[in-house]
Antibody, heavy 118, light 108 residues
Framework: QAQLVQSGGGEVQPGRSLRLSCAASGYSFTNHGMHWVRQAPGKGLEWVAVIWSHETDKYYADSVKGRFTISRDSSRNTVYLQMNSLRVEDTALYYC???????????WGQGTTVTVSS | DIQMTQSPPSLSASVGDSVTITCQASQDISNYLNWYQQKPGKAPKLLIYRASNLETGVPSRFSGSGSGTDFTFTINSLQPEDIATYYCQQYDNLAMCSFGQGTKLEIK
């Protein structure tokens, strides 16, 4: 069955960079878009970014635009989130999720924690 | 950007009750509205897609309705395992998404 396994994350100082990875298996990776969603401690879900099948087709939440970059490598069935110029408010549990149809996310990774602190 | 207003923020009900959560979009999103359930320490789970379609394997006591800007999510005959936080999520014609603020459901 479809599965997403996340890696990366950790604790970094403000202004530094971090890259998250999400490896997909059990389905046709190239046929589906991929999202990143985050959840700050004790808070709700916040959509971060999406990349569609055409790797140049990507969109971002205003809160991360210009700092985060989503990409995908079809040879590795992996989607990435490169996070630059990190801020304290980027501290969250980050999930990757598979798009099944027009923005609905049916398979989720296990989540990976990013802590931005001085 | 489209904003989603979800209410109530929290809800307490008894086993067997019916509960309803509403979600309002700041502009017309047709039926591009999904509902998720998130239990503590777990990733969200898709329950309803395109406003009213039940995801495979989801119990039929869950249902959704609405179109345009106003949407409703209902759980009939509430079960103890339904304790969770529920979120609406929209997808707009610019391929952007956003979530509602969430509704925390507790059992009396």
């Amino acid at each position: 069955q479809a599965q997403l396994v996340q890696s990366g994350g950790g604790e970094v100082q403000p202004g530094r960079s971090l890259r998250l990875s999400c490896a997909a298996s059990g389905y046709s990776f190239t046929n589906h878009g991929m999202h990143w969603v985050r959840q700050a401690p004790g808070k709700g879900l916040e959509w971060v970014a999406v990349i569609w099948s055409h790797e140049t087709d990507k969109y971002y939440a205003d809160s991360v635009k210009g700092r985060f970059t989503i990409s995908r490598d079809s040879s590795r069935n992996t989607v990435y989130l490169q996070m630059n110029s990190l801020r304290v408010e980027d501290t969250a549990l980050y999930y990757c999720a598979k798009d099944i149809r027009s923005g609905s996310m049916d398979v989720w990774g296990q989540g990976t924690t990013v802590t931005v602190s001085s | 950007d489209i904003q989603m207003t979800q209410s109530p923020p929290s809800l307490s009900a008894s086993v067997g009750d019916s509960v309803t959560i509403t979600c309002q979009a700041s502009q017309d999103i047709s039926n591009y509205l999904n509902w998720y359930q998130q239990k503590p320490g777990k990733a969200p789970k898709l329950l309803i897609y395109r406003a009213s379609n039940l995801e495979t394997g989801v119990p039929s006591r869950f249902s959704g309705s609405g179109s345009g800007t106003d949407f409703t999510f209902t759980i009939n005959s509430l079960q103890p395992e339904d304790i969770a936080t529920y979120y609406c999520q929209q997808y707009d014609n610019l391929a952007m998404c956003s979530f509602g603020q969430g509704t925390k459901l507790e059992i009396k």
